[in-house]
């Protein structure tokens, strides 16, 4: 692949965005920002209870914005902002209408960037948040409804913990619980669900689907789509740097540091270029991110000149890299794990791993390769994603039953 500068790397991803051949609002308006607030205190209440909703607005879809209880990744209960849609089409399988829970792809840090703000022509996404919409209207063309997550901290107040194993999986899991106590939606309350997510959004479906035995029982769970999933954010960490794409691993940081704050990122490890990176990635969009710090190298970033990944192996990193890290439990639900094999953002060796470690365990896995593009093969693999991740759900929540190929990969 030719050298990118900055200019030509502004031109590629916008042409890699293209490929998708989505549409994005062209004139946002403001979001209701008093919504995004919690009361204070929370609400007493249980795991997916809704605490507020209003109407919002999904082309295809009545859909209603929502704030529902959830758990940080140390189980303090937080609020969490989100969507659930009912489509406009009939659901033609058997039985009440299942639910989708949409984990979104990396929409950003800053509550500007909140799914449930793009995709209804709110806040100020930019061009990757045309993703968020083309996964929705994947499933509600399927005649299945949605419950799409915003994550801690990404709409509602404190910063987003990005890519936090538990913090994702509750606020995915208890977005679907909201959705089913959401009232004067048809929807029923112990019907058939499933999970979908890329990207950061493929993290989030593995975690919650790992993670839902335990969390969330009572969940007629039938599937989970996972497709370019960061199951290793130690690998990440060294393959981001000096990339590209290292603005996610700025993202991450923020995450590791908003989740866990005995990390002592900001106040001990970052240097002033450093600490003004976070500030600014703590405020900012996906697409803002790439192109604002390409081929930044961390090392120019920390006190002492080490790069990021030189730290992960000490404590208190080691310890809580191995708590994030995706496929040390076996899901229950059956699952299919998508990856390119020339993915230039999350290795696909990563997902492949969790794959086999959740056969491992007994799981019930199907591991397929993407077909992508030779170059931004990550961003060119989302639409073959979206279609595949919505056709194998409906079958599943259909009732077919799910093939695995583990110990063929």
């Known amino acids: 692949m030719p050298k990118l500068t900055r200019r030509s790397l502004a031109a590629a991803v916008t042409a890699a965005l293209a490929l998708t051949a989505l549409t994005v609002s062209a004139a946002p308006v403001s979001a209701d920002e008093a919504f995004y607030q ?85 806040g100020q996404g930019d061009a990757a948040s045309s993703f968020q919409s083309g996964f929705v209207n994947a499933l509600l063309e399927k005649g299945l409804a949605v419950a799409q997550t915003d994550y801690e901290g990404l709409g509602t107040p404190g910063d ?4 936090m194993r538990e913090a994702e999986a509750h606020a995915v899991l208890d977005v679907i619980r909201a959705a089913q106590r959401l009232p004067n939606t048809g ?109 930044t190298q961390s090392s120019t970033l920390t006190k002492d000149g080490r790069p990021v990944s030189a730290y992960l192996g000490e404590e208190p990193f080691k310890s809580i890299l191995a708590k994030l890290k995706i496929g040390n439990l076996k899901p229950n639900a059956p699952v299919l794990v998508e990856h390119a094999n020339n993915d230039d953002i999350v290795p696909y060796g990563q997902g492949k791993q969790m794959a086999k470690d959740w056969c491992a365990k007994g799981a019930t896995v199907q591991f397929n390769d993407l077909p992508a593009p030779p170059v931004f093969a990550h961003v060119g693999a989302v639409p073959a994603a979206m279609t595949n991740g919505a056709n194998w759900l409906a079958d599943r929540l259909s009732g077919k039953p799910a093939t695995s190929n583990c110990g063929k990969f």
């Open 38 to 122: 919690p009361p204070s205190p929370l609400p007493a209440g249980k795991d997916g209870d809704v605490i507020k909703s209003q109407p919002s607005f999904i082309l295809g879809s009545k859909a209603t914005r929502i704030m529902y209880l959830s758990r940080d990744s140390k189980g303090k209960a937080i609020p969490v902002t989100g969507t659930v849609m009912v489509p406009d089409k009939p659901w033609p399988g058997p039985g009440p209408r299942p639910i989708v829970a949409y984990s979104p792809f990396t929409a950003g840090l800053g509550d500007k960037c909140a799914p449930s703000k793009t995709m209804a022509g709110e």
């Open 187 to 295: 929807l029923p309350g112990n019907g058939p669900v499933g999970i979908t997510g890329y990207s950061q959004g493929g993290g989030g479906s593995a975690a919650a689907v790992e993670l839902a035995p335990a969390y969330a029982p009572e969940l007629n769970l039938q599937g989970a789509y996972v497709g370019a999933a960061p199951a290793d954010l130690g690998v990440l960490a060294k393959s981001l740097d000096g990339t590209y794409a290292v603005g996610f691993l700025g993202f991450a940081l923020v995450g590791l540091n908003t989740a866990y704050p005995e990390t002592e990122i900001l106040t001990k490890l970052a240097n002033d270029k450093g600490k003004q990176l976070y500030k600014e990635a703590a405020n900012i969009c996906t697409l803002e991110a790439v192109l604002k710090y390409p081929f």
């Open 160 to 163: 987003h913990t990005y890519v």
